[in-house]
């Protein structure tokens, strides 16, 4: 398996190849719901995820609701 | 009396207690506190995923569900505009295209006072851009003024420090506010226990937006309800207006027909 680094959260990840948003949830064991997702400081839209394949040096940000005021 | 809405960006509530959810002890402790509360309207913050698998929690929305709650993403932890804008737009994702949203944008990790420049630059930014904006200010009457002007939805001055429970420490700046405001003016920050938020309802504010003064109550969900009475206490007081206020005593027992010997 070829792998790829990008980097994921502020972290370096190695990922498949052509893996593509939704794929990344699936190889991180992640779950999707309430999650939004930038690449490269631009906001990668939902109906977009599976299109979307990432590549080296990739910058990719998962967020996600918390408890907050 | 006739129905009293609070209307916030064209939807109608009937709580006027707005409500964090953070620095709860556990997530069954923010549940039945944000339900005893009775609020409608519930802030969040918009953090990075835990990737490591053991530091993993469920999301907050799973048990905060937004079917039941309008959830108000917040831009907390942002220091200029830019931060603040990233984060309006991710917080608008992960609600699916909501577009509420409390703006704050603060001056430094200590004093966690509102930057106002760059609220103010985030705001106009927002509003072209389709979020209806709730904004975290200072309790400077033309600041709130420039707000209302953008076009925000809900003006938001903070009564003390985030988090530091003294109360309205400046009431005839909030007054003032309220005055010369048309829009709603909810004070957010810095309340401490049920009766300053019975004083900011009956001063005339729409609203009151708290977290820490449930979360770290000694009994969170004892002080959750004390808080929704004390906004429904304190709204009523200020519809029904208060009598004046005077200088001598007046009986409320008639004098005429006193038994004495």
Not at chain 2, 232 to 259: E, H, Y
């Amino acid at each position: 398996m070829i792998l790829i680094k990008i980097s994921l959260n502020g972290s370096a990840q190695e990922i498949p190849v052509e893996t593509s948003i939704n794929g990344l949830f699936s190889f991180l064991d992640l779950s999707d719901k309430f999650i939004a997702v930038e690449l490269n400081n631009e906001i990668v839209f939902r109906a977009n995820w599976e299109k979307v394949k990432l590549i080296q040096d990739d910058k990719v940000e998962i967020v996600r609701a918390i408890g907050g005021g | 009396m006739p129905a009293d809405i609070f209307n916030i960006a064209g939807k109608d509530f009937s709580s006027r207690l707005l409500v964090g959810t953070g620095k709860y002890s556990d997530e069954r402790e923010a549940i039945l506190a944000i339900e005893a509360s009775e609020a409608e309207i519930v802030t969040v913050a918009v953090r990075r995923v835990e990737l490591e698998k053991n530091k993993r929690t469920q999301s907050i929305l799973n048990y905060i569900s937004p079917q039941k709650y309008t959830i108000l993403p917040n831009t907390a932890g942002c220091f200029n505009a830019k931060e603040a804008i990233r984060i309006a737009y991710l917080g608008r994702e992960i609600l699916e295209g909501a577009n509420l949203l409390k703006l704050e944008v603060l001056k430094d990790k200590e004093t966690l006072l509102p930057l106002m420049d760059e609220t103010i630059v985030a705001a106009k930014t927002l509003v072209k851009e389709g979020f209806e904006i709730m904004v975290y200010c200072t309790d400077d009457l033309n600041y709130a003024k420039e707000l209302e002007d953008i076009g925000c939805v809900a003006i938001m001055p903070l009564a003390a420090p985030i988090g530091s429970g003294q109360g309205i420490v400046n009431p005839k700046a909030i007054s003032s506010i309220i005055e010369k405001i048309s829009c709603p003016v909810i004070i957010d920050a810095g309340i401490g226990t049920a009766s300053e938020v019975a004083i900011a309802m009956e001063m005339g504010c729409d609203g009151v937006l708290l977290n820490s003064a449930i979360a770290k109550a000694k009994n969170p969900i004892l002080m959750a309800e004390a808080m929704k009475e004390a906004a429904r206490s304190g709204r009523k007081s200020f519809l029904a207006g208060r009598m004046k206020s005077q200088a001598k005593a007046n009986p409320s027992s008639p004098m005429q027909g006193i038994v004495n010997s």
